[in-house]
């Protein structure tokens, strides 16, 4: 009797075993493979703690997304690369102040205090950041007279950065997109992915938003109507 409750016991440890491990087995199921890219946005120090126009919690991303990249033969890195005096600055809007919004021929644009203006230290990559195997850096934003949230086509819907071109030479399906702002160039950048064809995933640890008017909450929205996965970094193999 007592042997058979032993052996029960033994038999309900064995399943608890062997449910926690697929469970564990489930919580990183995404293997990167060849066909897949990591795009690392914006993480600049405009964005980060003492910037400009600094993304709150922005500097947590970026352990995040060192350890994810480690999975990754393919990672782009972008740069928001302004003019100084960019038209997306309030700073050249007289009357004008940061996150207010202006019509320009393009659309609606969000007026933002002066960022990464090309060369400066603003502008330069986080030095936190460990992901030697980046095989590209595309700069955008770089039309005085245009903004380029999306690392693939400028706002004005048509210009495009040949990032998609590059990928599908490439041989890229799938696009993982970290970095800031979620709710701006990571979910302009993700949508335009889905525009261009790619399988796109957000990994939602690995960024932060800066949440103005909403901005957020709708970017979320858009990009799950566009067909974007939403993701943690946990659910990724490296
Ligand atoms: C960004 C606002 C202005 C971003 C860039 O990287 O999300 N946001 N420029
Ligand atoms: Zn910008």
Not at 32 to 37: G, N
Not at 103 to 119: E, I, M, N, S
Not at 130 to 152: C, E, M, N, T, W
Not at 189 to 210: N, S, W
Request: proline share 3%; glycine share 8%.
């Amino acid at each position: 009797m007592l042997d058979r409750r032993r052996f029960l016991a033994g038999l309900g440890a064995t399943a608890i075993a062997a449910c926690v491990s697929s469970r564990l087995r489930a919580a990183a199921s995404i293997k990167p493979d060849d066909a897949s890219a990591l795009l690392v946005i914006d993480v600049q120090n405009c964005f980060l703690p003492g910037g400009s126009l600094a993304v709150k919690d922005g500097e947590q991303v970026v352990a995040v997304i060192n350890k994810i990249a480690r999975g990754f033969a393919n990672v782009v890195m972008t740069q928001d690369w302004h003019t100084a005096g960019h038209i997306s600055f309030a700073s050249v809007h007289p009357g004008k102040k940061p996150f207010e919004t202006i019509d320009l021929p393009y659309g609606k644009q969000v007026l933002w205090p002066d960022h990464c203006v090309q060369g400066s230290d603003g502008a330069a990559l986080s030095k936190d950041l460990s992901i030697p195997q980046a095989g590209l850096i595309i700069r955008k934003g770089f039309h005085k007279d245009v903004d380029s949230y999306s690392a693939f086509t400028e706002a004005d819907g048509k210009t495009t950065t040949g990032l998609a071109a590059y990928l599908k030479a490439r041989g890229v399906k799938r696009l993982f997109v970290a970095g800031l702002a979620t709710d701006f160039c990571v979910a302009w950048t993700a949508l335009d992915a889905r525009k261009a064809g790619f399988e796109t995933y957000v990994v939602e640890d690995a960024c932060r938003g800066i949440d103005t008017q909403g901005s957020l909450a709708k970017a979320w929205a858009d990009m799950a109507k566009a067909g974007v996965k939403r993701i943690q970094s946990a659910d990724i193999a490296v």
